[in-house]
T-cell receptor, first 120, second 109 residues
C-alpha cells in the first residue's frame, strides 16, 4: 500500500501527557500537511512541512504543539501536556509538489486515515 | 470565521433522487477541490476545478466552478446509498487549502 500511512489510528492520553502522531507520506511525495478536524466540522490547517523544513506553521497553536519532518523517517506531530480540547481527528496529507510562489498545488492532497486523539 | 460556506449542512434523500450541494465564498480561489469523507476515514479527492465556469463530470457527479471562481456546486444524479458521506470543498490558498465545514449526505435505500 503506497498511500499515506498514519499511526496510531486511535490514541488515548490523560491530561498532561504527551501525544506523538506519525505520518509517512506517499512514496515520491515530499510535501506534508497536518490538519485537525473536530466533530461535524471541516478540516483546519495546522502546518506544512517539507523534508527538514517547516514551510508554514500559521495554523499551529503557539504553545504545546510542534511538528517535524526529518530527512529520514515519518513526519511527527507532537502535542505536549494535552488538554481535553486537543481531542480531535488529526489528518496528514501529502502531495508531490507545491504550487508556484506559495500557491497550493492543483495536484491536491492524498490524505491518511487519521489519528483520533482522545484526552481523558 | 469560515472562509468557505457549504450548504446544506445535512441532506437526507431517497435512493434515485437528484441533489445539489453548494460551496460559497466571498474570496476568489485559484482552484477549488471537492472531497468525500466516510466515517473514520480521511477525505478522498474527487475533483479539482481551476478555470472559472469550468464543468467537470465524474460518472453521476457534476462539478461546476463559478465564473468568478468564488463558488462551486456539486450535483449528483440518481443518488445511491454508496454516495453517503461528508462532502467537503476546499479552496486553494497560500501554502494550504481552506476547507468548508461540509455537507453530510445520507442516501436511504
Amino acid at each position: 500500500n503506497a498511500g499515506v500511512m498514519q499511526n496510531p489510528r486511535h490514541l488515548v492520553r490523560r491530561r498532561g501527557q504527551e501525544a506523538r502522531l506519525r505520518c509517512s507520506p506517499m512514496k515520491g511525495h515530499s510535501h506534508v500537511y497536518w490538519y485537525r478536524q473536530l466533530p461535524e466540522e471541516g478540516l483546519k490547517f495546522m502546518v506544512y512541512l517539507q523534508k527538514e523544513n517547516i514551510i508554514d506553521e500559521s495554523g499551529m497553536p503557539k504553545e504545546r504543539f510542534s511538528a517535524e519532518f526529518p530527512k529520514e523517517g515519518p513526519s511527527i506531530l507532537r502535542i505536549q501536556q494535552v488538554v481535553r480540547g486537543d481531542s480531535a481527528a488529526y489528518f496528514c496529507a501529502s502531495s508531490p509538489r507545491s504550487g508556484d510562489r506559495g500557491r497550493t498545488s492543483n495536484y491536491g492532497y492524498t490524505f491518511g486515515s487519521g489519528t483520533r486523539l482522545t484526552v481523558v | 470565521t469560515q472562509l468557505l460556506e457549504q450548504s446544506p449542512q445535512f441532506l437526507s434523500i431517497q435512493e434515485g433522487e437528484n441533489l445539489t450541494v453548494y460551496c460559497n465564498s466571498s474570496s476568489v480561489f485559484s482552484s477549488l477541490q471537492w472531497y468525500r469523507q466516510e466515517p473514520g476515514e480521511g477525505p478522498v479527492l474527487l475533483v479539482t476545478v481551476v478555470t472559472g465556469g469550468e464543468v467537470k463530470k465524474l460518472k453521476r457527479l457534476t462539478f461546476q466552478f463559478g465564473d468568478a471562481r468564488k463558488d462551486s456546486s456539486l450535483h449528483i444524479t440518481a443518488a445511491q446509498p454508496g454516495d453517503t458521506g461528508l462532502y467537503l470543498c476546499a479552496g486553494a490558498g497560500f501554502n494550504k487549502f481552506y476547507f468548508g465545514s461540509g455537507t453530510k449526505l445520507n442516501v436511504k435505500p
